[in-house]
């Protein structure tokens, strides 16, 4: 594993996600090593060849993705967490 908690777990409280539950958390670890190990959560000589500018400009709309994804992640733990309270709060009624 290339990242070590103390940097998942800063990007995880960046992105709003700091109480995900232990399955999306393993989730989220292996979806980080994956884009490290690929080398697109930085700029890579190994990504990056002759056609520099379209490869750029992939490797950016790649990472809009991604950032994108974390907020869908942020809004359906969210909307998670509020169904489970709504659920418990009908079962004690």
């Known amino acids: 594993m290339l990242f070590g908690n103390k940097h998942i777990t800063g990007i995880l409280e960046d992105r709003g ?3 995900l539950n232990d399955d999306a958390l393993w989730q989220v670890k292996n979806i980080l090593n ?14 990056m060849s002759s056609d520099y500018g379209n ?3 992939s490797t950016a709309y790649l990472r809009a ?5 974390w907020v869908l ?4 733990d969210k909307i998670l967490k509020s169904l489970q309270s ?3 709060n009908s079962k004690e009624e």
């Open 34 to 47: 994956e884009l490290d190990d690929e080398q697109l959560l930085r700029n890579s000589k190994r990504i």
């Open 86 to 88: 709504q659920d418990k």
């Open 55 to 57: 490869e750029k400009a």
């Open 65 to 69: 993705i991604v950032e994108q994804n």
């Open 73 to 76: 992640l942020a809004q359906n």
């Open 17 to 19: 996600l700091s109480e």
